[in-house]
């Protein structure tokens, strides 16, 4: 069980680790709003690793054949979530987000804003697949339940330890920027977010040309 623990853990850590566009809003979000902001925005994240995590255990070959299937799909409706919230995010105003009240309401929408922005991101799931082959988990109907829920308890825990230990170190240097800085830095992880999703966008539109032009 420890060694379920322990290989499901390296697994959420190896699948948070690269900085993609959840990286850079988790950023965002701790630079404007708090390390508390920027940690529940990579629960989101957490939350939607399990759910690729448990699909790759479980060995639902239908639905990895469904997202293979339409990974084009998947892929420009993917960009088009995260350009959407990268034009949200460059015309957003870090004082208005500095003074918000209702704090609770927005760790919500901030959880949910990652979630669905990792969600629609299935490359993930090839991810994780390649991370439990080199760990050496076993897939399938040869998983038990208890190693089943342990092990992604394990990957549940990795990928939120690496977004505690980003959000806390990034709030360190928090109270070093000013409000114009931390403008600059909202216009950027704005444009930085939305050429990642541009890119997923026009990776699967060029998918579904080549596909009708065979």
Same mark, same amino acid.
């Given at each position: 069980m420890i060694?379920?623990?322990?290989?499901?853990?390296?697994v959420g850590l190896g699948a948070s680790i690269p900085l993609g566009p959840l990286g850079v809003l988790c950023?965002?979000?701790?630079?404007?709003?708090?390390? %508390?902001?920027?940690f529940i925005t990579g629960l989101g994240a957490s939350v939607s690793d399990t759910f690729y995590a448990a699909i790759s255990l479980m060995g639902l070959a239908f639905i990895q054949n469904l997202i293979d299937e339409n990974i084009d799909w998947v892929m420009l409706f993917g960009g088009f979530v995260?350009?959407?919230?990268?034009?949200?995010i460059y015309l957003t105003n870090p004082i208005?987000?500095?003074?918000?009240?209702?704090?609770h309401k927005k760790h919500v929408e901030d959880f949910f804003e990652a979630l669905f922005m990792t969600i629609t991101n299935p490359g993930a799931i090839f991810l994780i697949l390649g991370l439990f082959a080199a760990v050496g988990i076993e897939l399938g109907e040869s998983v038990t339940k208890s190693d089943l829920v342990t092990t992604l308890w394990g990957v549940f825990a990795g990928s939120a330890?690496?977004?505690?230990?980003?959000?806390t170190t990034? %709030?360190?240097f928090r109270k070093r920027f000013r409000i114009k800085q931390l403008m600059l830095i909202n216009r950027i992880s704005g444009i930085v977010i939305f050429v990642l999703g541009l890119i997923s966008m026009? %990776?699967?539109?060029?998918?579904?040309?080549?596909?009708a032009l065979k």
């Open positions: 060694t379920a623990l322990a290989k499901g853990f390296i950023v965002q979000k701790t630079l404007s709003k708090g390390r %508390n902001c920027g995260i350009m959407f919230i990268g034009v949200k208005k987000q500095i003074r918000q009240k209702h704090a330890v690496w977004w505690f230990t980003l959000s990034i %709030n360190v026009f %990776n699967g539109v060029f998918s579904l040309v080549l596909k």
